[in-house]
């Protein structure tokens, strides 16, 4: 079983930055997880926002890159979403979800976790 808990989020002005975590639990190995962030504003779809694989390498959706950055602390089984230069088009609820399967079990939709999301406001 794995659970995922999210950061509080926050409200920040425009221009400003906020960090947002997520906490994996799980008997499972975590550095073999691979984390997802995504996003959902008011009336739209959920966004990918950006990936941090097993091995660190990270990939970014094209609005987000070089103002967010995702990185993994292994030892804490935590994961971090640092946003900068924020705008208020980045306002939504983010989620992280983890693609943790058990050992011998293929990646894919059955070993998906999600987080509760959480609330980023960003002020013009």
């Known amino acids: 079983h794995v659970q995922l808990v999210e950061s509080v989020g926050g409200f920040v002005q425009d221009g400003g930055s906020l960090r947002l975590s997520c906490t994996v639990a799980?008997?499972?190995?975590?550095?073999?997880?691979?984390i997802q962030w995504l996003r959902q504003s008011p009336g739209k779809q959920r966004e990918w926002v950006g990936t941090?694989?097993?091995?660190?390498?990270?990939k970014y959706k094209d609005s987000v890159k070089g103002r967010f950055t995702i990185s993994k602390d292994n030892a804490k089984n935590m994961v971090y979403l640092q946003m900068d230069s924020l705008r208020p088009e980045d306002t939504a609820v983010y989620y992280c979800?983890?693609?943790?399967?058990?050992?011998?079990?293929?990646?894919?939709?059955?070993?998906?976790?999600w987080g509760q999301g959480t609330q980023v406001t960003v002020s013009s």
């Open positions: 979800s983890a693609d943790l399967p058990p050992m011998g079990r293929p990646y894919g939709k059955e070993y998906i976790y």
């Open positions: 799980s008997r499972r190995t975590f550095s073999r997880s691979v």
């Open positions: 941090i694989n097993t091995t660190g390498i990270t």
